[in-house]
Nanobody, 118 residues
Framework: QVQVVESGGGLVQTGGSLKLSCAAS????????MGWYRQASGKQRDLVAV???????NYAESVKGRFTISRDNAKNMVYLQMDSLKQEDTAVYYC????????????WGQGTQVTVSS
């Protein structure tokens, strides 16, 4: 019933920009913290950026100044604006949402591929 769906990935050249979107639905009490994670081929899944329901943000050091996370609580949407993309940003990007409620539950999207070419 809970669903998290990413979109916006694609192929972009070094220095270009992409904006990822994530739509979360199905949580009776809504969502708390939401974030973006990425997993490059053969690597672990790492946090890229997170944002709380009140708008507090945290970024991985490698993307600070280049990526911006935002959310629309009314729409249960979270976005990741990616600028000045580098080849090392190439990865599958996953959206994660924390379900509001008495227990901590999270939901993951299926991922969207971002490929930055030389």
């Amino acid at each position: 019933q809970v669903q998290v769906v990413e979109s916006g990935g694609g192929l972009v050249q070094t220095g270009g920009s992409l904006k990822l979107s994530c739509a979360a639905s199905g949580s009776i009490l809504g969502f708390g913290e939401m974030g973006w994670y990425r997993q490059a081929s053969g690597k672990q899944r790492d946090l890229v950026a997170v944002i709380t329901s009140s708008g507090n943000t945290n970024y991985a050091e490698s993307v600070k100044g280049r990526f911006t996370i935002s959310r629309d609580n009314a729409k249960n949407m979270v976005y990741l604006q990616m600028d000045s993309l580098k080849q090392e940003d190439t990865a599958v990007y996953y959206c994660n949402a924390v379900l509001a409620g008495p227990i901590r539950r999270t939901a993951w999207g299926q991922g969207t591929q971002v490929t930055v070419s030389s």
